[in-house]
T-cell receptor, first 111, second 112 residues
Framework: RKEVEQDPGPFNVPEGATVAFNCTYS??????FFWYRQDCRKEPKLLMS???SGNEDGRFTAQLNRASQYISLLIRDSKLSDSATYLC????????????FGAGTRLFVKA | DTAVSQTPKYLVTQMGNDKSIKCEQN?????MYWYKQDSKKFLKIMFS???????INETVPNRFSPKSPDKAHLNLHINSLELGDSAVYFC???????????FGSGTRLTVV
């Protein structure tokens, strides 16, 4: 089983749609959780951290369920500029700074 | 005002050569990383340095040797390059591990 698993997609959605990505992680010692986005031939950029209480940043909502070891990202009112690969990322606990990236979910938003 | 800068951006070299990639961050972060992104786009951590000390060394061939002269710099030297080393190498930095990584723009290494 991969340490961080994501549906690779691609997700093809029209502008204005709501789309949700899911991610599961295998190590229960994981302590920090993130979503990054990566555009083609560019570096990953931090989109948002993920907290157990859930957090929102504009059109983006992230959720963490520690019991199920599950992370989600919801994008509302999709824009063309949201087209990218979304990477689920897990960082292990103290004593190490190991950051594990999922393989990413590809999103295409169409006009 | 690039936060994490790495050079060179592109590197084409022959098998068997030795090459270095340099990385500098001006964010005042205490931790720096090297990642490798292969042709399948899978991003994998190679090394992590915290306050100039090596704290993570994943299963990377010992032909790869990181060096951190100070907290703001983490260089990667690769000996005896092989075809399979062709990838994009990203440098990144963070303050601890709670706030996420800031990445450099990557070095696209092609071994021919």
């Amino acid at each position: 089983r991969k340490e961080v698993e994501q549906d690779p997609g691609p997700f093809n959605v029209p502008e204005g749609a709501t789309v949700a990505f899911n991610c599961t992680y295998s190590n229960s010692a994981s302590q920090s959780f993130f979503w990054y986005r990566q555009d083609c031939r560019k570096e990953p950029k931090l989109l948002m951290s993920v907290y157990s209480s859930g957090n929102e940043d504009g059109r983006f909502t992230a959720q963490l369920n520690r019991a199920s070891q599950y992370i989600s990202l919801l994008i509302r009112d999709s824009k063309l500029s949201d087209s990218a690969t979304y990477l689920c990322v897990v960082s292990l606990g103290t004593g190490g700074f190991k950051t594990i990236f999922g393989a990413g979910t590809r999103l295409f938003v169409k006009a | 005002d690039t936060a994490v800068s790495q050079t060179p951006k592109y590197l084409v070299t022959q098998m068997g050569n030795d090459k270095s990639i340099k990385c500098e961050q001006n964010l005042g972060h205490d931790t720096m990383y090297w990642y490798k992104q292969d042709s399948k786009k899978f991003l994998k951590i190679m090394f992590s340095y915290n306050n100039k000390e090596l704290i993570i060394n994943e299963t990377v061939p010992n032909r790869f040797s990181p060096k951190s002269p100070d907290k703001a710099h983490l260089n990667l030297h690769i000996n005896s390059l092989e075809l399979g080393d062709s990838a994009v190498y990203f440098c990144a930095s963070s303050q601890g591990q709670v706030l996420g990584n800031t990445f450099g723009s990557g070095t696209r290494l092609t071994v021919v």
